[in-house]
Structure formats: C-alpha cells, structure tokens
C-alpha cells in the first residue's frame, strides 16, 4: 500500500484540480483531503457522507466568573496571551491547563474543545476521508493524522493499494502531518516568484523527511523565463519535472460544472496529465520510497 | 490604522493587494504576517536594514536535581515528559513551550532553554518600511512569530498587513485587533466556497471588512450574487489580464509596471474609510 | 517474570488488541505464578495525542519485564527502552495462548517500532 500527496507550497497554483483528475485516472482508491483549514476537493468529488465525527483537539479553560477574584495570575503565566480581561479566548488557549493550576480559588476549569467534524464518504472514484475545521480553530496537524489514520486503516481493510492525498499550502504543522510517512511528494508550482520562492521552502521541509519529491509546472507558459528558473534549480538539485501544463482558461469551465478536467475534456491538456499521472505511477510502483 | 488583507483560499492575489495597497498609499508600513511563506518583500525588493531572531522557551531536566517525584508529567497535557522509576526525559515535538513543568518541579529542576523558531526582518525601500516574518522550517509555531511582526505596528501610519491564507489560528493571530480586513477572492467555486469560510470567521469576531474580487472575469457570477445577498461590499473588482500575471510572475508589481494603478488602490482606500466612517 | 499483554478484555481468554496505546487494558501476568491482573488504560485513552508515550509509563510503572501487543510507535517505543521493557508486535491470539508461546521461546522480541508515529 503506497501513499502519495500533492502540495504545492504557496496557495493557489492548481494542487486540488490537478489532484482531482488524478484521482478520475486512477479511479480507485482511498482519497485523503488533508487540506482541512479550506478544503475544497469535495466540491469536484462531490462525496457522500457515510459517517460524521467530532473531533476534540485538546482542552480550552474557562473562568467561573462568580468565583473569580481577579488576582490576575492566570494572565500572568499564560503563554499563549489567552486570557483577556478574566476571560478565556479560545481560540488561543491551548489547553494547557497552567491557569487551572495557578489559580489560588479554584476558579478555573478545563473542557474538552470541539474544533473540528471529520467525515468519512462516499465518491464515485472511491472512499474518501475529510474534514472541516471550525473557523479560527487550531491546525496544529492532529486532524489531519487522524483522518490519515482512518485512511491507512481502510486501506488496509479493503486492500487497496494506493491513498491519494490532497495536501495543504504552506509549510508547518499541517502540511509536516500530510507528508510524514508517504511514499512519494508532487510540488505543483507556477512559474512566479512568489511560487518558486516557497517551493524552495517546502523542498527543505520535504528533504527534512528524506521523501521522494517530483514537481509540476502549471501554467507554465505564463512566463517562460520563470520556468527557465525553475527547471534550472531541479536540475542542480536532482528533482525530476513529471510534467508542465500550459495556462488554459478552459479548466475553471471544468471546475464550474463539478467535474475534474479529464472527465470534461479529452485534449492535448488531458493528455499532458494522462502522461504525468503513468510517470507518477511508475515512481509509486517501482522506485517509491524514501530517497 | 490597520488593515489587513486576508483570504479564504490561497492565490487569489492577497499579496498583490497588499504590496500595491502599500505602494500607492503614503506614511504606511507593510507588515507580512504570511511567516510560513512570505511573499511580499519580492515585489519590494527592500534593503534589509535589521533583522531579529525569534525564540521559544523548551524545558531541559537537570538530571542532578530530578527525584523522580513525577509531578511534572502529571501535570504535562501533552505527554511531553517522561518519569520512569531512574529516569526522566523529554518528549520535545510533544512540548507546547507552556512552562507548567518548570513553574511546578519541587526541586527546581526544570530550566527553560531558548529555541530559535523564526526571525523577523526590517526593510526600507523608497520611504516604505516592510517588517517580514519568516517562521523556520519544520517549526510549528506560526501566531508566536506573527505577533513578534505585529509589535511593529505603529499607530500613527497605515498599516497593511498580509495574512496567510486560510481561517486557522495563524490567520485569526493575524486579524486581532485589526481595524479592517480586505478579503481576497476568485469567481469560482474553490474561490466562493472558502470566502464563506472566512466570512464566518470574520463575523464571529465582529470585524468590519470587504471583498475585492480579482481575475473577476474568469469564473461566473456566483461571488457577486453571494456578497450581494449577504450584503458585502465589493471594494475593487480587477479583471484578469495576462500582462498583470506576467509582470506578477517576474515580480513585479501592477504599480511598478504601469503607475496609473495607484489611483485604483487610492480609490480602494478611500472606500474603506468611508465604510469605516458609516459603522 | 512479568508480561504485560494489550487488551480489550479483562482476563487470560481475551485476546490481545493491536493498539499499544489505545488499548483499553493492560493484562499484566506473572508467568511464573499465573497470577494476574488488568490495568485500565483510561488515562491514555483520553490522552489527545502522547497516548502511546502515557500508556508505555503506565506498564513501566507496573514494572513488566516484557509488553506483548500487536502495533507500537516510535515515542512508545523510545520509553519502553528507556525502561527496560522488551517488546514483542504483532501478536494475536488470546493471552492465555500468547503466555504459552512466549514460554516456549516462540514468541520475538523486535528490535524497532513496527509502525509510524503521528506526528504532534
């Protein structure tokens, strides 16, 4: 069972329509949408929910105010600048319990914080597991476990060989939990500076993990000059280009009619995705792995 | 004053409102809180005149003083230390940096070393201060590096802030005690879906804000419909142009390529405080 | 000599449970005397995350000699070293059987964590 995700660094490059399609060509496996904070896969996969979880991400305290003699000792150790004015703001606190114990009246208690549902469903190209962070809430990479756990589990029960993992931007804690452990890294970038200059930044997290990495350029065409760049930094870092979509407006009329690019169309750009998605196989089949 | 340029969904031009915002204003400071991947000093190209290193706290055992009395990992809601019979150690990807460890251990055995997680650097270019936060690789803690970023605020200019994209903890340490946020979006369904999201977000912490919709002719009509059913305003709508996503590429900004795009942002500007005013 | 067996169950025909850290028991035998008891797990189980690093004090604190389970993770793992504590996964079966195995010398002792943490 190989596990494979796409990021892409700096938001907005074309990760989840890419992954998307990736998933029509495979057509059956185990989806992931680890993108937890703003996930959008579902509105192409359109899943159906079998089973909906709350998540509790940890603790959060709250003061009881008729208790409460504003000694001002909570605020004074609270690392996180949770507690303002004798109230507990939680979506700061990070449950670590300091003010509970510092308190001299007892006036504190913990409670279990609810931050997220998760949900395991239904698609058409396969089971998939999601989730939706509460607004404001943590990412601090649990649920994103979590439901990577569930994942790996099913896998493993229904003996499918491949979890598909649609990863999120960035470079911290979400994205650090939807790469431990994979087999195989694609980077979607575009060929900007913004982009290129926060692919270098996920490439040293990615080496810290000692993961496989293979790159995408999409919208290549919209410089060429940065492309250049970007195909000179792979070069002289040993990262094979699997492939470079051109910009191509027709792929957001795929997108407004829920559906993937490769079920919409059947053209030179599906091609070049065809084409990538059999060199991203070979490396999962044969060469994946860590290296 | 602050203003704070957010987004549901990434790459819908945040950056690019901000940095052109920041250019097209006077007595303003751009600060990019976007500390896991900031963009905005790409398109300033400003001289970095300081740069500060940011630290956390981790606990360390002194191994001569512990007695295994186990009160700290009693206490550690993150298993984060271990107490065996002769033994004591720490879990540190577990460790959250709280300090109840050290503050409780009856013998004082526990110190708190600095980590470094992240650095934060000051440019100056043309009279427009950036202040950047980067936060380091593989490091978790991004809201602890943003408020490092926001101790530069000043009051008596206009402050652009560039969030990171998302609703998480980072973007909401990025829009406390903003006075307006600018929400960043793109007319198609990853793009209205998440400004929803963020919308949310922003309504549940009472903050005023307004929607600019750029590359406004790519998708369909379905953000504009949104907004005016829940009454947003619509500040700015940019139409997509290849020439803007070229010159963005190199990274250079719209008013850089062409300076009659000032008098857009000045207009957005004015906008915002005219909606300010109304509240 | 003392082993330490993951379970759902409360006695020696229960069969083992796969998870080290999220079991809900800990069977934990004397096999020279047979005399046993079950340890609940509870505190682990509650744990957000770290249940595998609470679960690996709570059978050092009964200080077994030998944990028989069916997966555990690297941080458990490191504590159980630090311990002392031998380990033996992927295990299955009920423990009065497992006790046999392990008497007859059928059962391995594992060098390494058989499956990946999660991370934070």
């Known amino acids: ?291 | 004053m602050i203003i704070t340029v957010a987004s549901g969904k990434g790459g819908t031009g945040k950056t690019t409102i901000s940095v052109n915002l920041a250019l097209s204003l006077n007595n303003v400071q751009l600060l990019d809180c976007d500390v896991e991947e900031p963009n905005c000093d790409l398109f300033i190209k400003s001289n970095i005149i300081e740069k500060k290193d940011v630290f956390t706290l981790v606990p360390e055992i002194n191994k001569e003083k512990c007695i295994f009395c186990k009160k700290c990992t009693q206490l550690c809601e993150y298993n984060a230390i271990v107490v065996l019979e002769d033994k004591s150690f720490l879990i540190k990807e577990m460790c959250h940096g709280c300090g109840v460890c050290s503050y409780f251990c009856p013998e004082h055995a526990i110190i708190e070393q600095k980590k470094h997680i992240g650095v934060i650097e000051k440019g100056e270019k043309l009279g427009l201060q950036i202040i950047t936060g980067k936060l380091d690789i593989g490091e978790v803690m991004a809201p602890f590096v943003i408020k490092e970023v926001k101790k530069n605020i000043n009051k008596n200019q206009i402050n652009i802030l560039d969030a990171s994209p998302g609703t998480s903890c980072s973007v909401v340490a990025s829009i406390i005690d903003t006075d307006y946020v600018i929400l960043v979006t793109e007319p198609t369904p990853f793009g209205l879906h998440d400004l929803q999201l963020a919308v949310d977000l922003l309504r549940s912490m009472n903050i005023l804000f307004g929607v600019v919709v750029n590359k406004s002719d790519i998708g369909d009509n379905k953000v504009f419909d949104y907004c005016e059913k829940e009454n947003i305003s619509i500040l700015l709508t940019i139409p997509f142009k290849k020439e803007i996503s070229q010159y963005y590429a190199q990274g250079i900004s719209m008013v850089e390529s062409n300076s009659s795009y000032k008098e857009m942002f000045k207009n957005l500007y004015e906008k915002i405080l005219k909606q300010i005013g109304n509240k | 000599m003392k082993l330490a067996i993951t379970s759902d169950g409360i006695d020696l025909d229960a069969i083992v449970s796969s998870r080290f850290g999220r079991a809900k028991n800990f069977i934990i035998v004397n096999i020279d005397t047979m005399d046993f008891k079950c340890v609940e797990n509870i505190q682990s189980i509650n744990s957000v995350s770290g249940a595998g690093i609470q679960a690996a004090q709570i059978v050092a604190n009964e200080k077994v000699d030998v944990v028989i389970t069916g997966n555990c993770g690297p941080k458990a793992f490191k504590v159980l070293e630090s311990a002392n504590i031998k380990l033996i996964v992927n295990a299955g079966g009920s423990i009065k059987e497992l006790i046999e195995k392990y008497k007859n010398g059928e059962l391995k002792i594992t060098e390494m964590p058989n499956v990946k943490g999660h991370w934070i």
Request: hydrophobic share 35%; glycine share 6%.
């Open chain 1, 1 to 291: 069972m190989k596990e494979f995700v796409i990021i892409s660094g700096k938001g907005g490059t074309g990760k989840t329509t890419l992954t998307a399609s990736f998933i029509a060509l495979e057509q059956n496996q185990i989806i992931v949408d680890c993108d937890v904070d703003a996930s959008d896969l579902h509105l192409i996969l359109k899943p159906e929910i079998k089973i909906k979880e709350k998540f509790i991400a940890g603790k959060t305290a709250v003061i009881d105010e008729k208790l409460c003699i504003k000694c001002g000792k909570c605020i004074e150790c609270c690392r996180f600048n949770a507690i303002k004015d004798f109230k507990v703001y939680d979506i700061f606190c990070e449950g670590c319990s300091f003010c509970y114990h510092v308190c001299p009246v007892n006036a504190i208690n913990m409670k279990d914080k609810f931050s997220a549902f998760w949900f395991y469903s239904n698609t058409r190209y396969g089971k998939m597991f999601h989730a939706s962070l509460k607004p404001g809430e943590e990412n601090s990479g649990k649920l994103i476990s979590l439901i990577r756990e569930q994942a790996r589990n099913k896998a493993l029960k229904d003996e499918k060989d491949l979890i598909i993992i649609d990863g999120p931007p960035g470079t911290s804690c979400p994205v650090i939990s939807s790469i431990t452990g994979v087999n195989l890294v694609l980077v979607v970038i575009e060929p900007t500076c913004s982009s290129l200059h926060d692919f270098k930044r996920v490439y040293e997290l990615v080496c810290l993990f000692k993961i496989k990495i293979l790159v995408c350029i999409n919208k290549w065409d919209i410089s060429k000059e940065l492309t250049k760049n970007i195909e000179e930094y792979c070069l002289s870092n040993n990262i094979e280009i699997v492939g470079k979509i051109p910009f191509d407006k027709s792929i957001i009329k795929s997108l407004l009619n829920g559906k993937t690019v490769v079920e919409e169309y059947n053209n030179e750009l599906t091609q070049t995705i065809k084409d990538m998605w059999i060199k991203i196989k070979k490396y999962l089949n044969n060469k994946g792995g860590k290296g």
